[in-house]
């Protein structure tokens, strides 16, 4: 197993879970994304270059995107407080993750992928 994995395995609930749910959310929805630990965090990657990243801060899961710059879609989910340009969607709880919402967000995501990172 690699870190990242463990990582994801190694949280308490209910943050194990919310990992898990976006793992395998991200995994069906983005092709050759590959599961890295960096940072200290799960991060995926597609050919060599960062995507998204997982991390469990405080009381919440974060989902960063690093091209956030360009995402437009569902920007009412996005949390940017005291940052310039990262975007995330957190989840406090398995229920609070909305899948539509989700998959369009990593949709768009994927269609930015070779944008620079600022605008």
């Known amino acids: 197993m690699n870190p990242a994995e463990n990582y994801i395995l190694d949280q308490p609930e209910p943050f194990r879970g919310i990992l898990l749910h976006l793992q395998s959310v991200i995994e069906r ?3 050759d994304v590959d599961l890295k630990f960096k940072y200290k965090i799960p991060f995926y990657y597609i050919n060599g270059s960062p995507f998204c990243y997982l991390n469990q801060s ?4 974060d989902l960063g995107f690093w091209k956030a710059a ?3 879609v569902h920007r009412e989910h996005m949390i940017t407080e005291g940052r310039k340009v990262m975007k995330s969607l957190r989840y406090t709880s398995l229920e609070s993750i909305n899948d539509s919402v ?3 967000v990593l949709k768009e995501a994927y269609a930015v992928r070779n944008a620079k990172f600022y605008k």
């Open 102 to 104: 989700l998959t369009e």
């Open 29 to 31: 929805t983005v092709p």
């Open 70 to 72: 360009h995402l437009t």
């Open 58 to 61: 405080k009381n919440y899961i």
